[in-house]
Every structure is written in structure tokens, then in C-alpha cells.
């Protein structure tokens, strides 16, 4: 399987100019257990390997995390199928047949 290739600053930027400028930001964060979270910071560092890279973060309040990803986003990221499972219903205990 190839790699996909990094986002750039310049790819973010187009992406964004697509967006009005008054939409509320988050990050979209594990696949497998999606989860949405507050985007509060964009910080400038060295990757370790002498590279620029830009990091965008979550806040350091317990509040950054908001939950549970919205479906349709997840569907859009295709993290999810469309199609989302039945609500559980509670287990039916098994009846003993011998009479007892």
C-alpha cells in the first residue's frame, strides 16, 4: 500500500478557502473510535529531523475533547459505512426446558 502523501500548509490553506471564514474548526481524531475535539492551537516546531512542521492541537482544558464524532462526518472521512448498525436491545435470558 503507498503512502499517502503529507498535507502542506498550502494544501490546508486551499482546502480552507473553500469554508467560510466564520465555521467553527474541530479535529476529527481516531478512525476506529472517531472522536471530535476542539482545534485551540497551531504551533511552529522542528520534526526532530531539522524540518519545519506545523501542529494543530486541542486545548489543554478537559473540555477539548466534545465526544463523539457526528456520523456524517465520520462518513465523510470514511471512517464509518453509511449505513449505521441497529440500536442494541437488552439480552433475553435463556428459559430452562427440563421443567425445573
Known amino acids: 500500500m503507498e503512502a499517502q502523501p503529507e498535507m502542506t500548509v498550502g494544501d490546508l490553506i486551499d482546502l480552507l478557502s473553500a469554508c467560510d471564514r466564520g465555521t467553527l474548526v474541530r479535529l476529527a481524531m481516531n478512525p476506529f473510535f472517531p472522536m471530535a475535539h ?47 448498525a441497529p440500536p442494541r436491545r437488552a ?9 425445573q
Do not use: K
Open 38 to 84: 476542539r482545534l485551540t492551537q497551531v504551533v511552529q516546531a522542528d520534526d526532530g529531523r531539522g524540518q519545519p512542521v506545523v501542529y494543530l492541537a486541542e486545548g489543554p482544558d478537559p473540555d477539548s475533547q466534545l465526544g463523539p464524532l457526528p456520523h456524517e462526518a465520520a462518513v465523510a472521512l470514511t471512517w464509518q459505512g453509511p449505513v449505521q
Open 91 to 99: 439480552r433475553r435470558t435463556a428459559r430452562r426446558t427440563d421443567g
